[in-house]
């Protein structure tokens, strides 16, 4: 499992936690927590999709730390 996919599996994990604690208790801190997640994971499919089409078109990839 490459590191996006292990950050990708946490944040839908965590996601899934808050929308949980915010539906059981209508907790605003979850209700941010799990927009926040659904956020993260938005950025984080782009980001993927965007390095799928640079290594589509051949370009070097560098991991930036």
Known sequence: MTAMEQAMATLHS???????V?????????I???RQCTEAIGALREEIE???DREREGE???ARA
Do not use: K
């Not at 915010?22 to 979850?30: H, I, N, R, V």
């Open 32 to 34: 941010a927590l799990h």
């Open 50 to 52: 965007r390095v799928a």
């Open 14 to 20: 965590a996601a899934r936690f808050a929308d949980f």
């Open 22 to 30: 915010a539906e059981s208790t209508g907790d605003e801190d979850a």
């Open 60 to 62: 070097p990839i560098c």
